[in-house]
């Protein structure tokens, strides 16, 4: 049986990892941590009985305690609480099901630890990728993508490791604006870009989709996962999300992975990687498919998208920058602080204030991330 630890139980992708578990009822949840969703998280605790339960702030995590005092469960807080469930001896593998760079810390120490990471929690390769998967390669740890298109490349590689890559197609939905100009852009509330046309996610990351930074963060994140150039990322729109990504060969095959917009797909290949399970609900039907369509992405419009490559080639840290900035602007926006469009000038003027450091190290993507918080406080 394994064992798994999930940061971000409460999530989008941490309660679908919770479905994955309690379809199959051969894994055994041994640490799970949330924000501050007590309520979801207590009834987690009795459902799966692990040994160890997170939250982020010590007075939740008092009620939380009191809450469960008829169980044996060892309760924690903020950060070393993050990586004591990371580490915690008894997983086999972590989901990092966490937003935000409140990853990284945990990501090195469940690596540092042997554990095998189910990697939702892009921002930890963006931000840091160059730290990352080294040590993943010096400790024989496996990174797991559970990304619905990382997901589908890292599926599309399997038995073809020896051969050599032309590009990645990493496929985007184009969000609910898809096809909209910068004016119709102009008066877009947070309820209108909560509306996406494929997938359920949670509230940032539909944020991120509708400005396509969210596929900027996913080609940052290709970069370092399948050690490839920018040159070959390509990202194509496609509004049906039936190909979740491919993978085109030196020969000119295409290889790609096709399903229904179900995360609990991905999800549960990471945890049972390299095996196959069975996966209720609906499978993908090709006569019921009508068409399917491709276009290039508007990287004028969505200037998210042409900034995160920016960010690549610029390198150092200003994927950090990148990545602050947007979730900065993003709870900002979703605050009705600010305005739709403001998020990408948010970014963009960010980056180019950010303090170039090469090769950063985890204390100076922290420091950036600080520097970019309080760059956007007296500006915005």
């Known amino acids: 049986m394994k064992k798994i630890s999930v940061l971000g139980s409460t999530g989008s992708i941490g309660t679908q990892t919770l479905d994955v578990v309690r379809e199959h009822k051969d894994i055994e949840i041994v640490a799970l941590s949330a924000g501050r969703s007590i309520d979801l998280l207590e009834k987690q605790v009795r459902e799966f009985k692990p040994k160890l339960a997170c939250l982020w702030r010590e007075e939740d995590a008092k009620d939380l305690k009191l809450r469960l005092k008829d169980m044996d ?3 924690a807080y903020g950060m070393e609480g993050l990586i004591e469930a990371a580490v915690i001896e008894e997983a ?13 810390r945990p990501t090195i120490a469940a690596i540092n630890a042997g554990k095998d990471i189910a990697l939702a929690n892009k921002e ?14 010096e400790k024989g740890v496996k990174i797991l993508p559970v990304d619905s298109e990382h997901s589908a490349i890292f599926q599309s590689l399997q038995g073809n490791e020896q051969n050599k890559i032309r590009k990645i197609i990493l496929t985007a939905s184009g969000g609910p604006f898809r096809g909209k100009t910068i004016d119709e852009l102009k008066n877009i509330r947070p309820e209108d870009a909560l509306k996406h046309p494929n997938w359920v996610m949670g509230r940032k990351i539909t944020i991120d989709s509708s400005t396509m930074v969210n596929k900027g963060l996913e080609v940052i994140e290709a970069k370092w ?3 490839v150039e920018r040159e070959q990322i390509q990202v194509t729109v496609h509004p049906q999300s039936v190909i979740h990504s491919a993978v085109e060969y030196e020969d000119g095959a295409v290889i790609a992975q096709l399903g229904t917009p179900d995360m609990r797909l991905p999800i549960q290949y990471a945890l ?3 095996n196959r399970r069975t996966l209720s609900g609906e499978p993908l039907d090709l006569f019921k498919l009508r068409d399917l369509s491709f276009f290039e992405p508007d990287i004028e419009t969505f200037r998210g998208l042409k900034l995160a490559y920016n960010a690549i080639d610029r390198g150092g840290n200003i994927p950090t920058a990148f990545n602050a900035a947007n979730e900065y602007a993003v709870a900002a926006f979703l605050d009705k602080k600010i305005k739709y469009l403001d998020i990408i000038d948010m970014i963009e003027a960010s980056m180019e204030h950010c303090a170039f450091k090469d090769n950063p190290s985890v204390e100076e993507i922290l420091e950036t991330e600080d520097n970019t918080y309080d760059f956007l406080r007296s500006r915005w």
């Open 73 to 75: 469960i060892k309760i």
């Open 225 to 227: 996962l399948f050690n």
């Open 124 to 137: 930890t390769l963006v931000t840091a990728g160059h730290i990352i998967m080294p040590l993943a390669k």
């Open 92 to 104: 086999d593998i972590l989901v990092t099901a966490i937003v935000g760079m409140l990853g990284i």
């Open 272 to 274: 049972y990687y390299p």
